[in-house]
């Protein structure tokens, strides 16, 4: 079993910037990031796995995904933070090669960190 450790979320100004981490407790392959807003679905927002990174379309150009070479850790840098942004975000791992952003790809998932923006 795959226990992940979240981190870095909180409140932030709507422009500001936030780093989230997620270590996992074992061997990891797909790496992701989701969000899930009250009253909506829940979002793939970035992924890193064999063919690379995805991003949703609504934080391109504003979040990276990264992960630390050899180590079950995977960081989001969000920048450019908006409003529209809060949510709960989710770290999620996989043990398959391939995942992009399909949940249901991934096997393990974390307890969430809150992301505010405020306006």
């Known amino acids: 079993q795959v226990q992940l450790q979240e981190s870095g979320g909180g409140p932030v100004q709507s422009g500001g910037s936030l780093k989230l981490s997620c270590a996992a407790s074992?061997?990891?392959?797909?790496m992701a990031w989701f969000r899930q807003a009250p009253g909506k679905e829940s979002e793939g927002v970035a992924a890193?796995?064999?063919?690379?990174?995805t991003y949703a379309d609504s934080v391109k150009g504003r979040f990276t995904i990264s992960r630390e070479n050899g180590k079950a850790t995977a960081h989001l840098q969000m920048n450019s933070l908006k409003p529209e942004d809060t949510a709960s975000y989710y770290c999620?791992?996989?043990?398959?090669?391939?995942?992009?952003?399909?949940?249901?790809?991934?096997?393990?998932w974390g307890q969430g960190t809150q992301v505010t923006v405020s306006s």
């Open positions: 074992g061997d990891t392959r797909c």
């Open positions: 999620a791992t996989s043990t398959r090669l391939y995942c992009g952003l399909d949940s249901g790809r991934y096997n393990y």
């Open positions: 890193i796995d064999r063919d690379g990174v």
